[in-house]
């Protein structure tokens, strides 16, 4: 695995490139954490599969398909390696949820004002419990309530919290795609920190601990840091290799789009240029780890290494998965 570059890439230096974009990715991206994936993927696989029918977010094969070309249950297995099957499983349902909520948004949501009854719903049932009307509500509530009997009453109040600022996320994203205006490089980082939904996530990692973190550790200044970095290191990988599909679809909220814009350059190098962003955040987010892990409890350090599993694990399943197959292709402008 190539380490990191240590000259700035610029768009006036930068020449497009030959070959794809995974090729170009994977010379250029810093990883320095090894693949690792779960031994239960298949049972998460298959849990999935179940749960989906269950509440009936499969029943259109378009969205059946869309979760073939996803695989939630891998992306749960690397980035959840270390995690018990139950934990596992809660992390592949939500990942499978969050897909089919988030392209659910996306095709209603280039007119505002169709979305806000699937996000309203979805927020009176994080934050009020109130009964859901959709087969989405239905199970978002169901998915929440694996959450309450796993977690502390603390951590599925971090859960639910993180999730309505997902939601919210959507109609941000929802208003820069209606917008005339191309999204400047730094709105479009603000809201895909939170249109990626990983901070949900991170309850979860709380949960998996054989005790329960101190609140005070998880309100560490340093110990925020981290959690931001981890979800922008890990986000904007998967941007890195789903561009292609969101410049032939006309999304915006990408960071290499979002670099193309700004330089006006070709997606190779605006691609460089983004890659050039994350190793330098996924060094930061080493260098803070270093300095904290010495006052880390054990449950602490298991802790980070949940966000460390989502850094490595987007950057193994963007790779591979078919939903951003077209980062395979021969390399556009």
């Not at 890439?9 to 693949?35: H, Q, V």
């Not at 949820?97 to 979805?122: I, K, N, W």
């Not at 730094?186 to 920190?193: D, M, P, Q, Y």
Request: charged letters at 20%; proline letters at 7%; a negative charge.
């Amino acid at each position: 695995m190539h380490t990191v570059h240590e000259e700035v890439p610029t768009a006036a230096d930068e020449e497009p490139r030959t070959g794809s974009l995974r090729e170009l990715i994977d010379d250029k991206l810093y990883m320095p954490f090894p693949f690792r994936s779960h031994p239960q993927e298949s049972e998460a696989e298959a849990g999935v599969t179940a749960w989906l029918r269950r509440w009936g977010l499969t029943d259109d094969p378009a969205v059946a398909d869309m979760i073939d070309r996803t695989r939630p249950a891998q992306l749960a297995s690397y980035n959840s390696p270390a995690v018990d099957g139950e934990i596992l499983q809660i992390v592949a349902n939500q990942i499978a949820y969050q897909f089919v909520f988030d392209d659910t948004a996306e095709d209603v949501g280039r007119h505002p004002g169709h979305l806000l009854p699937m996000l309203c719903e979805s927020v009176a049932v994080l934050r009020d419990g109130q009964q859901p009307t959709t087969h989405l509500g239905a199970a978002l509530a169901d998915l929440h309530r694996q959450v309450r009997e796993r977690c502390t009453a603390g951590q599925a109040a971090r859960w639910a919290w993180n999730s309505c600022e997902y939601v919210h996320g959507l109609l941000y994203e929802s208003v820069a795609q209606a917008h005339s205006v191309p999204v400047p490089l730094g709105l479009c980082t603000s809201i895909r920190a939170l249109t990626a939904g990983i901070e949900p996530f991170y309850p979860l990692y709380e949960a998996a601990q054989p005790r329960e973190l101190a609140t005070e550790s998880l309100q560490r200044p340093v110990m925020r840091r981290l959690r931001r970095l981890s979800v922008d290191a890990a986000v904007w990988t998967a941007d890195l290799f789903s561009a292609v599909k969101e410049q032939r679809t006309g999304g915006m909220v990408n960071l290499a789009l979002a670099h193309q814009r700004r330089h006006r350059c070709p997606l190779p190098v605006a691609v460089s240029l983004a890659v050039h962003q994350i190793n330098g955040t996924i060094h930061e987010f080493e260098r803070l780890y270093e300095g904290i892990r010495p006052t880390l409890t054990p449950e602490g350090l298991g802790y980070v290494e949940g966000m460390i599993g989502w850094i490595r694990g987007c950057y193994f399943w963007s790779r591979t998965v078919p939903r951003y197959a077209e980062a395979s292709e021969p390399a556009m402008s």
